[in-house]
């Protein structure tokens, strides 16, 4: 097996602009201050796989620990300085090579770096003419009061009572940057959708009544790292008869029914972007008439969905799209009464439906940015990726669900991207209609 080339990440260059960008962005004679993240530990000395801070990520690539980037706008001596671990060779022998203070200011196209250890003696003296601190709110307890000693220390250095440097959620304005991608933005998104394709259709063709569901969770993980993704972008979800109706279900343990459906949400992380995908499909390889009724429901939500995307539409139409589909739908069924607009109304379709029907999609699978200003949704505009994900659920506990259908949950999930005229589906190879699926299944033998 040939390993598939590496696509091309992010520039040095567009790092730059984006650190540009951001301290453009930043009041004047402000500072802005960014963690990179933290090893954690899982238990004893074994440690979770580190994976870097977001916000940190995007601005620099750095992708070690225990690292702060300070952004400086207008100063002289340099805008963009890094404080991250210094060298230490019985560390790096266990654990690999450090890039250190001396190589990342070249290495990462910084103005300066120097050892972390270092940033309690320098700092300081670099907020002295500050008036505003730009940090993560809210993210990071024990940052926060690093930087709120940085603070104190700064005013003893100044002498004299002074006003208190004003502190300002950094979110505000990396979160706008960072809800547009760029063209190697989308190169490394269409990579992860590409990957994820291959895991969903790995799964599928491994599925089978009684094959237990984490069977299905190993063909996903050996198709995301084999394809050289770094791995999945959230835990991947195998839920398979009830355990569909769990949103969330990760326990990924109980064997496939006979004649039940198998729910797969999972998505792999590329380079630090992420895909997320859903697909609902029978385990035996064959709908029963009524599972493709309610999976046909879901598809013409779904496809209604998609095609509200464009760009001067609001972040709210494709939802009320793929509701008004989806309430339709089940009042053909019987399932509710009334009428589609007084059951959007009233809610009285929420137990079924549960869940909105987009998020925003990139660094992290529930990507950052305003989904409404006020009481204003959003305009969708080019750059921007959004996920579409109707969905049907009818918990056999839920008092309003029919005998017929209790036990069934229904999702189909895919990432859209706004272009200037309309849409692209990034993982639109993943096969959706019920037709598609069952072919794919037949030709694997499930």
């Not at 520039?11 to 990179?36: F, I």
């Not at 654990?95 to 770096?113: K, N, S, T, V």
């Not at 539409?313 to 989806?326: E, G, I, K, W």
Request: glycine share 8%; hydrophobic share 40%.
């Amino acid at each position: 097996m040939t390993a598939r080339k590496a696509v091309q990440g992010i520039s040095a260059k567009e790092y730059a602009e984006r650190r540009r960008a951001a301290l453009d962005a930043v009041a004047p004679q402000s500072a802005l201050l960014l963690p990179a993240g933290r090893e954690l530990l899982r238990n004893g000395d074994t440690h979770y796989p580190f994976r870097q801070s977001s916000d940190f990520l995007y601005l620099t690539g750095f992708q070690e620990p225990d690292a702060i980037l300070v952004l400086l706008p207008g100063r002289r001596a340099g805008e963009t300085v890094l404080f991250c671990r210094d060298h230490d060779a019985r560390r790096e022998r266990y654990d690999g090579p450090r890039l250190g203070p001396e190589q990342a200011a070249e290495a990462l196209g910084l103005d300066d770096a120097f050892p972390l250890s270092d940033i309690d003696d320098i700092l300081p003296g670099l907020l002295e003419d500050r008036s505003q601190v730009y940090l993560p709110l809210g993210a990071d307890e024990a940052f926060e009061a690093q930087v709120r000693g940085w603070i104190e220390d700064c005013r003893s250095r100044r002498g004299g009572p002074v006003a208190a440097l004003e502190l300002t959620d950094s979110g505000h304005i990396l979160h706008e940057l960072r809800l547009f991608k760029s063209p190697a933005e989308l190169r490394l998104m269409r990579e992860a959708a590409r990957i994820s394709v291959l895991a969903h259709e790995r799964a599928m063709a491994r599925a089978a009544p009684g094959v237990p569901e984490y069977v299905l969770e190993a063909e996903i993980a050996y198709a995301f790292r084999s394809e050289g993704a770094t791995g999945p972008a959230y835990p991947s979800i195998v839920g398979s008869g009830a355990n569909a109706c769990i949103m969330h279900y990760v326990d990924n343990a109980a064997p496939l029914p006979e004649g039940g459906l198998v729910l797969i949400d999972a998505g792999a992380e590329y380079q630090g972007y992420a895909a997320d995908i859903t697909r609902t499909f029978p385990a035996s390889g064959r709908f029963t008439p009524l599972q493709r009724q309610l999976y046909d429901l879901v598809f013409a939500a779904q496809t209604a969905a998609i095609e509200a995307v464009r760009p001067g539409a609001t972040f709210n139409d494709p939802h009320l799209a793929s509701q008004r589909v989806l309430i339709a739908g089940l009042i053909e069924l019987k399932v509710l009464t009334g009428t589609v607009e007084g059951i959007l109304a009233d809610g009285s379709a929420m137990p079924f439906l549960v869940h909105r029907c987009s998020h925003w999609l990139g660094i992290d699978v529930h990507d950052v940015g305003e989904y409404r200003f006020g009481e204003a949704w959003r305009i969708l505009e080019p750059g921007m990726v959004l996920t579409i994900e109707p969905g049907l659920y009818f918990p056999a506990d839920l008092p309003e669900t029919p005998r017929a259908f209790a036990g069934i949950g229904i999702r189909i999930e895919d990432d859209v991207l706004v272009t200037a005229t309309g849409y692209e589906v990034l993982t639109e190879a993943a096969p959706r209609d019920g037709d598609a699926i069952e072919a794919l299944m037949a030709q694997s033998g499930s």
